[in-house]
């Protein structure tokens, strides 16, 4: 049987400390997180440095990227104080995000809790509500623009029976940002309802059977047991739904084209008919930089209020 | 064989590899590869464009034409990626309107003297100036569109009229006859259809009515917009009284006027091939309804081939489009016989439009191809794609009642001539 001599002994007997495990070691780690660095300087860092050095300069992409006119802070000056549909795409985005990370949270939770309880089937029941998020969103933006069609949509067909007036839904100004937000709760749901299934799970029983003991009902226990525990839970669903509803563009691109008279343009949409339609490059790249810097503040502010209590 | 061996015969074989690959340089003999671009990748359409290609390849052998086809939404992102990316067809087939943007960021090549002047003298002269910017001819037209009132024969005739209405006060009229209404006050048949959402599907038919009440879109000079004047305003007021009235509903779309819910609408030619099939024998075509005693005019936009002025095969891109626009044996031109046939379009070579008088002559595209007589090329101006989605977007605030029709053209104004003076 051998005895690992410490280190400290080796150099007191006169050994040179042996640095070589630890090193192989450390090789060992970077290789393995070489891949991972690559991929995130070649496909992230860069890209957003090269974002930030064109979002100062004037570039229609058709011209070399060497010859492009240096324009300063010209193009984040004019989205600020010149641009209102800027500001409107931004005041936009964020009553979708808040509608969509309100509604499809609490709903995601809600099914979550259900299908943590006794019900029959229950795997059945969680791919039906799964199923939504693994489809294309083009693909159902698509058959829920059929849904809401004015004439011969399903939804107007149901009002109808009822002998109730139709709506136009997509076409409306009032209608259209609501609509929006209804196919991505849609959409939404069944994946936040796993993340919040899978927190639900993680909670010892013995914790529950203990307040039952104490005379809790079920209230006190979802507000005293399972919110608590179920932190890590919510930071996550909020902090991602939050980062994907303010990055919105598929559903408002496939829906409305930002329509009408850019009710549901978002940002993100705005920012892609600025660099492929206007060709004016240099003006999206400083969207991009503003957008990510809100939301680089949002999910700041978010983790620093879901954490303090931990 | 050692390493070393190995792999200078390796790098032999691939530099080998390579260079049969590769293009051969301009002047040449070698195999030479044509890429072209286009938005045309539907396979009914396909299946006659791909045997022209295929017959020119059989002409000439040392020519290999490689096919790149987008959706049209996609084709200009296409252009811009493929700039960036130094994977740039050798020809484009382009939308007018994105000539200025073009020719100022050094994309297209000048064509030859011949290809100039077999343009100048074989093109009406509308289509010479949709080719054309500072005072440059770019390529070679092809297809010509236009926008006609489009109406439902029997739809009209049960709101009591006999022929096409031929003013807007005509026009008021029988849309507003030919509303039908449900039990609930929802509008189940709509007298007229206004697009929205789609910036040619709006301003296009805007333009056409703007010309035909003496309007203007921009001076003579493009040194500023004119569409918030006296007749840029009524048109809108016009619009906007149709759709309070009821007989335009914003929440009709194409979709409807083929299943026979819309009376009327304003739309270019290239939709007659899925009407026909829609509505067959049920629809007709009249010039664009005028006011004020203005002469009836409507909007033309064109569509051309150019060359990519970094491709190594120049010489052998302009003989190809010469072949390809040039009449065959006193006959149509192969784009011709294609434009007519796979694409229901007019072709904006004159010879073609008489080679195909029989096709052109069918009672749903001799209006348009009539129109073009009296039609005006869209605006080719700097950032006119920018100007047309700005006016597009403030002419559906005055549809859905957020500006009035004066407010609404003065903010598109506004925002035009400072794109106007920042692209000039």
Redesign the interface.
């Known amino acids: 049987m051998s005895i690992a001599i410490p280190s400290v002994a080796r150099v007191a007997n006169g050994a040179a400390p042996r640095r070589r495990p630890y090193g192989r070691r450390a090789l060992a780690g970077y290789g393995f997180i070489t891949p991972a660095i690559v991929f995130l300087i070649g496909f992230a860092l860069l890209p957003f440095l090269f974002t930030v050095y064109v979002s100062l300069h004037d570039w229609?992409?058709?011209?070399a990227?060497t010859s492009m006119p240096f324009r300063g802070l010209d193009n984040y000056r004019y989205l600020i104080f010149e641009d209102p549909?800027f500001r409107q795409t931004f005041a936009n985005t964020f009553v979708f995000a808040a509608g969509n990370v309100a509604i499809s949270s609490l709903l995601a939770l809600g099914v979550a809790l259900l299908l943590n309880g006794e019900v029959r089937f229950p795997t059945f029941w969680r791919a039906v509500y799964f199923l939504p998020y693994v489809t294309s969103s083009v693909a159902i933006s698509i058959v829920w623009a059929n849904l809401y069609?004015?004439?011969?949509g399903l939804f107007n067909g149901i009002l109808?029976l009822f002998?109730?007036?139709?709506a136009?839904f997509l076409?409306?100004?009032e209608t259209a940002m609501p609509s929006v937000i209804a196919v991505a709760v849609w959409h939404a749901v069944g994946y936040y309802m796993i993340i919040f299934l899978a927190g639900l799970q993680s909670i010892p029983l013995e914790v529950y059977e203990a307040a039952k003991v104490d005379g809790a009902n079920a209230w006190h226990r979802f507000r005293s047991i399972t919110l608590p525990l179920l932190r890590p839970t919510l930071l996550f669903v909020a902090v991602v739904n939050t980062l994907g509803s303010l990055q919105v563009f598929d559903l408002a691109f496939v829906l409305?084209?930002?329509?009408?008279?850019?009710a549901t343009n978002t940002v993100v949409l705005y920012m892609y008919?600025t660099a492929?339609?206007?060709?004016?490059m240099g003006r999206a790249s400083a969207m991009a930089v503003m957008l990510f810097l809100v939301i680089l503040v949002i999910t700041l502010v978010q983790l620093r209020l879901l954490r303090e209590k931990e | 064989m050692n390493i070393v061996s190995r792999l200078v015969a390796s790098l032999a074989i691939a530099a080998m590899v390579v260079g049969a690959c590769t293009a051969a340089p301009e002047g040449s003999k070698g195999p030479v590869k044509l890429v072209v671009l286009t938005h045309w990748g539907d396979q009914a359409l396909l299946a006659v464009l791909q045997p022209i290609f295929d017959e020119y390849q059989k002409q000439n052998p040392n020519v290999k034409i490689e096919h790149q086809s987008v959706a049209f939404d996609d084709l200009l992102k296409r252009i811009t990626t493929g700039r960036i990316g130094g994977s740039a067809p050798d020809i484009y087939h382009f939308y007018n309107l994105w000539m200025p943007d073009f020719v100022s960021s050094d994309l297209l090549q000048t064509p030859p003297g011949d290809v100039i002047a077999d343009i100048k003298k074989g093109y009406s002269q509308s289509s010479v100036d949709g080719s054309s910017y500072r005072n440059q001819v770019w390529g070679y037209p092809t297809e010509v569109n236009t926008y006609q009132l489009i109406y439902n024969k029997k739809l009209l005739q049960e709101a009591g009229s006999t022929k096409p209405p031929a003013t807007w006060d005509e026009l008021r009229s029988v849309a507003t006859k030919a509303t039908k209404k449900g039990a609930d006050g929802k509008i189940t048949q709509a007298g007229f259809l206004l697009l929205k959402g789609w910036d040619s599907g709006v301003v296009h038919p805007w333009s056409s009515l703007l010309w035909s009440n003496n309007g203007d879109y921009v001076a003579k000079d493009n040194s500023k917009v004119r569409f918030n004047e006296k007749p840029g305003v009524e048109t809108t007021q016009f619009e906007v009284d149709l759709i309070k009235s009821g007989a335009a509903d914003l929440g009709f779309t194409m979709d409807d006027f083929a299943a026979g819910k819309v009376a009327m609408t304003i739309m270019a030619n290239w939709w007659g091939a899925a009407l026909k099939k829609a509505l067959p024998d049920n629809v007709g075509v009249a010039p664009i309804p005028t006011n004020g005693g203005a002469q009836s005019s409507t909007l033309q936009y064109n569509w051309l081939w150019g060359v990519d002025k970094g491709t190594k095969q120049g010489q052998e891109a302009w003989k190809f489009l010469t072949w390809l626009n040039g009449p065959q044996a006193g006959s149509s031109s192969p784009m011709g016989k294609y434009l007519t046939t796979a694409l229901n379009a007019i072709p904006a070579r004159v010879s073609d439009q008489q080679a195909n008088a029989s096709l052109l002559g069918d009672a749903f595209v001799k209006p348009f191809v009539d129109s073009l007589k009296t039609s005006r090329s869209e605006p080719i101006i700097p950032g006119a794609q920018e100007i047309k989605t700005v006016l597009q977007k403030q002419i559906e605030a005055a549809w859905f009642g957020q500006k009035s029709p004066k407010d609404a053209l003065d903010t598109a104004a506004t925002e035009a001539n400072r794109i106007l003076g920042e692209k000039r």
């Not at chain 1, 229609?60 to 011209?63: A, G, I, Q, V």
């Open positions: 229609n992409m058709l011209t990227v549909l069609h004015p004439s011969y109808e002998q109730l007036p139709g136009r076409a409306s100004l409305t084209n930002g329509g009408p008279v850019n008919q492929f339609n206007f060709t004016r």
